[in-house]
């Protein structure tokens, strides 16, 4: 078996009860059956107290005001206090790892939730470089394509190296990897997956970006001549406060974080789109110096999700999802600082970074929510989302 892992995994670090978002409140967290029933033999009065504080029904921990029932007032676990690691729950031993399941590889990141991760991923200055180490285990049972897989890492191979390219902006890296991805998931959805290789080794020629970049810069003034500049740029507004708006109907697992989106809409859209425009032009000068972060964000989403299109043979919704998730995490530093009148510091972003992900990633619902709106919404076409990326490079 084949474990993959970002180089800074090793490098993660519990906060414990200094962590100001503790993986102990918040969501249920759902005990396996082999730990239920280790729960349900311990003996003596915290035995007692194990059997009384879960819900047997749901198989998860019972919960007080939205705190597990082992949190104590500490922010410490009382099960790892008693009876030590090895007692917790698979759920509670693994996070915040992240583990995708392949037939003979299993590829770990850090989730972005957890606030000492978010920490490591937005802190990397260096392209982020995987390594991959081999350990005994049992190979997955599902259905798999060994021969779109192959395929799909030596793609995600070629995004990763667009996405690090900082010879241009990051809008421009993301335009480049919605160009391959479109032109990828032609090739699945005709059968064609043998053709991958040739697309790939055509993105990978020399002067094959400038190629691509002139390309992508063409269909951007031709758009935009054709649309009008102004009507152009409101149609991207529009689609920008469309997504925040989403948000409301997502299922709700912080009520601040719903709260705190409102409150972004509106300091970002009440005042109109002649000072949304002013505003985002100074924001994105301000904000380059921050793109390293968007990067490792962008890096986090691709190396988590995109492999995943095995099983669902979905390309796209993989690559629209790590950008739309770099562009709403820059939406909202950008609605902070209008908010704030100060930029926002390294801790102010990577709280965006980490409360986003906890509402997206840990619920299959919003999950679902947002491939369908990326999927189904015209505005998110391959085209409308190239001149979304554009519409910076052509101000």
């Known amino acids: 078996m084949i474990y993959t892992v970002p180089e800074y995994y090793n490098q993660f670090q519990c906060l414990a009860s200094a962590c100001p978002a503790t993986c102990c409140a918040g969501w249920q967290i759902v005990i396996d059956e082999k730990t239920q029933e280790k729960y349900r033999n311990y003996k003596g009065s915290f035995g007692n107290r194990l059997k009384n504080s879960i819900d047997w029904k749901d198989g998860t921990f019972q919960q007080y005001h939205g705190r597990c029932a082992f949190l104590n007032e500490e922010n410490l676990c009382d099960i790892h206090i008693e009876a030590g690691h090895d007692a917790l729950c698979r759920t509670c031993r693994r996070y915040p790892k992240h583990v995708e399941v392949y037939e003979n590889e299993r590829e770990v990141s850090l989730s972005l939730s957890c606030p000492a991760a978010a920490r490591l991923i937005m802190g990397q200055k260096q392209p982020c470089r995987f390594r991959s180490i081999e350990k005994s285990g049992e190979e997955s049972e599902k259905d798999f394509d060994e021969f779109l897989y192959s395929a799909l890492q030596d793609c995600r191979k070629v995004m990763l190296e667009l996405v690090q390219d900082r010879s241009v902006s990051l809008q421009l890296r993301m335009a480049r ?4 991805a479109h032109d990828v998931q032609n090739r699945i959805e005709r059968n064609r997956v043998f053709e991958v290789e040739t697309v790939l080794e055509r ?6 970006r400038e190629l691509l970049d002139a390309k992508l810069c063409r269909f951007a003034e031709h758009s935009k001549q054709q649309r009008g500049a102004r009507a152009w740029l409101e149609d991207w507004i ?14 709700v697992l912080d009520p601040l974080w719903t709260e705190d989106l409102q409150m972004y809409r509106r300091c970002l859209y009440e005042k109109g789109c002649a000072t949304y425009l002013d505003q985002e032009l100074q924001w994105t000068e301000r904000s380059e110096e921050w793109e390293t972060e968007y990067e490792q964000i962008l890096v986090y989403f691709l190396f988590t999700y995109f492999c995943g299109a095995v099983y669902d043979g979905d390309v796209m919704r993989k690559v629209q999802m790590a950008v739309e998730s770099v562009l709403i995490l820059s939406e909202l530093g950008m609605a902070a600082w209008m908010q704030e009148g100060t930029l926002p510091t390294f801790e102010d972003r990577m709280r965006l970074a980490w409360r986003y992900s906890r509402e997206l990633e840990h619920s299959d619902p919003n999950l679902a929510a947002m491939e369908r709106v990326l999927g189904e919404w015209p505005e998110y076409g391959f085209e409308p989302m190239l001149l979304q990326l554009l519409a910076h490079e052509h101000r």
């Open 238 to 251: 529009t689609v920008r406060w469309r997504m925040l708006d989403l948000f409301r109907e997502f299922e």
């Open 177 to 180: 990897i919605l160009a391959l």
């Open 203 to 208: 993105y990978q020629r020399p002067q094959a």
